[in-house]
């Protein structure tokens, strides 16, 4: 890139610059990874209540097909990422932390694992609540790490038009390469996904938003825009974390979200570019999610790269499959700033999760430093891109005072970046402060 080119591209206020710590899987094409012997598929993966499970130990199901129905309207369907027999129906351990009820399958080895039959959707001839009728079917949520049930974005409340879909085109977090990957590869799927959503919601146009440090990827979507002249591609400067939907939109649009309020509030809806992709395959074919593609890599992985991994694919056939040498102290499903640190290496990989970082001993840094009490720098001030005080609403957080954190401090504009606690010199965990905060507040909200 020329020099001048960096003062070039947009960007937003405050925020941080990480190494981005992508040069190990940028350039690995995505690869399949062979079916676990056991999938473990939690009835929860998203945000919202649980699917039912229709199955029974014992019974054998086949690749594709629907095992747990969606509970209501915020919920979404399972299907069977491969062929098998369900071995049971139990408690695990998953990225979000509680046990969840999950069903085991039992896959078969040596199965062609050709998936079900399915009578097509004839997209140009669908309603709009045919099409998000569809995309719940399709049991799709946010990929991009949120979990947020797809077609629940795009029924948008009466009153509110949207005019832009904002395609979320960042992967602002270090050592994700997977949106990378899915652009360069598939920007024809991504861009019948971005087609059939703005049909959808009734947009007027689509604006890719993405980094300059994917000029590749870039390019590659640039090449294939003729016949979608609605769509459009804008760089937008390497900067953490770009990728936040409120800031995108600003950015893109000069739009601003109101505090506490929601994008379709400014005419937008923003979707990530693996789930835009995904759905530009299997909304027209009636197909259900039960795969995705994960960026696994860290400093002791033998084989790096972006693989498309079987949902219910325990952590421990990912771990064996790739290699690692060295001790795996630390394991996290997600980047390194939003991502959740998990225990076991039982729990499965499921719709929301993006990526599998592994860290040994030496490359573990400042997670187990000693906290020191908070010395008024306000480096955490001029990091927080929502321009909250962190430094105020940490020390009321130790005080339990959550009420005064969201009357008078907007604790629920935090969006859990991380980028107080990453600049932080007393290493104070405040964003696991806010986290629990915001925890406590939501508990008490429903419980009133
Ligand atoms: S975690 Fe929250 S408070 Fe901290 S910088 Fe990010 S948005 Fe601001
Ligand atoms: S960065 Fe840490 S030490 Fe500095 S003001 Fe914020 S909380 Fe206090």
Aim: aromatic share 6%.
């Amino acid at each position: 890139m020329a020099f001048l080119d960096i003062f070039k591209y947009k960007t937003f206020e405050h925020g941080i610059h990480l190494k981005d710590s992508k040069d190990r899987t940028c350039d690995q094409a995505i690869r399949r990874l062979p079916f676990s012997p056991i999938l473990i598929v939690p009835l929860s993966q998203h945000f919202g209540k649980p699917a039912k499970s229709i199955v029974r130990k014992g019974q054998e199901v086949v690749r594709g097909e629907v095992i747990a129905q969606s509970d209501g309207f915020m919920s979404v369907p399972i299907h069977a990422p491969a062929s098998g027999k369900i071995k049971e129906i139990e408690l695990f351990p998953t990225a979000r932390g509680p046990k969840t009820e999950s069903i085991v399958i039992e896959t078969w080895a040596g199965a062609s694992q050709r998936l079900g039959q399915t009578e097509a959707n004839n997209i140009s001839q669908m309603s709009r609540e045919e099409l998000i009728q569809a995309v719940q079917n399709t049991g799709m949520v946010g990929l991009g790490g949120a979990g947020f049930p797809t077609h629940v974005k795009l029924s948008v409340p009466e009153g509110y038009s949207i005019d832009t879909l904002v395609v979320n085109g960042c992967e602002c977090e270090p050592y994700l390469t997977t949106d990378h990957r899915l652009m360069l590869e598939h920007p024809q799927e991504l861009l019948q996904g971005i087609n059939m959503l703005m049909k959808t919601l009734g947009a007027k146009q689509a604006i890719i938003g993405i980094e300059d440090n994917k000029m590749d990827a870039i390019n590659a979507i640039k090449n294939q825009l003729s016949g979608f002249e609605s769509i459009h591609v804008k760089v937008v400067k390497t900067h953490y974390p770009q990728g936040s939907e409120k800031l995108l939109i600003k950015v893109l649009l000069g739009r601003e979200v109101p505090s506490g309020g929601f994008p379709y509030q400014v005419g937008v809806v923003v979707q990530n570019i693996a789930t835009l992709r995904q759905l530009g395959v299997l909304l027209p074919n009636n197909q259900g999610l039960i795969e995705r593609v994960i960026t696994v890599t860290g400093p002791g992985v033998k084989k790096p790269g972006n693989y498309l991994v079987p949902l219910g694919t325990p952590i421990r056939f990912l771990l064996d499959y790739v290699g690692f040498s060295g001790t795996a102290n630390h394991l996290i499903l997600g980047g390194p700033m939003m991502g959740s640190t998990v225990s076991s290496l039982d729990v499965p990989i499921t719709k929301p999760v993006s990526g599998l970082l592994v860290f040994n001993e030496q490359s573990v840094e400042k997670e187990t430093g000693e906290i020191y009490p908070c010395i008024k720098c306000a480096r955490c001030v001029e990091a927080c891109p929502m321009f909250l005080n962190p430094s105020m609403l940490g020390q009321l957080a130790a005080k339990r005072e959550y009420e005064s954190m969201q009357e008078d401090y907007n604790l629920m504009d935090c969006f859990e970046c991380g980028c107080c606690s990453y600049v932080c010199p007393s290493n104070i965990p405040l964003v696991q402060y806010f986290r629990i905060s915001k925890s406590v507040m939501r508990e008490r909200a429903v419980s009133q």
